[in-house]
């Protein structure tokens, strides 16, 4: 059974950093795109960020791209959200999404393609 444990979230202030980690209890975490969503209130659950399976390739929604990095570390079964320059907009719960196999195109962005998610983790902006 695969579980995803989120964590790091919290409280800063507008400009500040965050870094969210991910832990994977999966056999083989290596074969598994991971992707980060996130959700704020009163509205849906939106793309963040993905990374395939080997870490080579990133993609990141508009909003973010240039202050977010994702990665991973195979060795550790952990997926990563490194967010800098944080924006009031940013506040949401930040989820851990992973799907067996090669995750690509415009598949990459939504949240039917992913079959494991985790419960979250709350990050909050304030200006």
């Known amino acids: 059974q695969v579980q995803l444990v989120e964590s790091g979230g919290g409280l800063v202030q507008a400009g500040g950093s965050l870094r969210l980690s991910c832990a994977a209890s999966?056999?083989?975490?290596?074969?598994?795109?991971m992707a980060w969503f996130r959700q704020a209130p009163g509205k849906e659950r939106e793309f963040v960020a993905h990374?395939?399976?080997?870490?080579?390739?990133?993609n990141y929604a508009d909003s973010v791209k240039g202050r977010f990095t994702i990665s991973r570390d195979n060795a550790k079964n952990t997926v990563y959200l490194q967010m800098n320059s944080l924006r009031p907009e940013d506040t949401a719960v930040y989820y851990c999404?992973?799907?067996?196999?090669?995750?690509?195109?415009?598949?990459?962005?939504?949240?039917?393609?992913?079959?494991?998610w985790g419960q979250g983790t709350q990050v909050t902006v304030s200006s």
């Open positions: 999404a992973a799907r067996l196999g090669i995750v690509q195109g415009t598949s990459t962005y939504g949240t039917t393609t992913y079959n494991y």
């Open positions: 990374i395939t399976r080997s870490g080579g390739i990133t």
């Open positions: 999966i056999h083989t975490f290596s074969a598994y795109a």
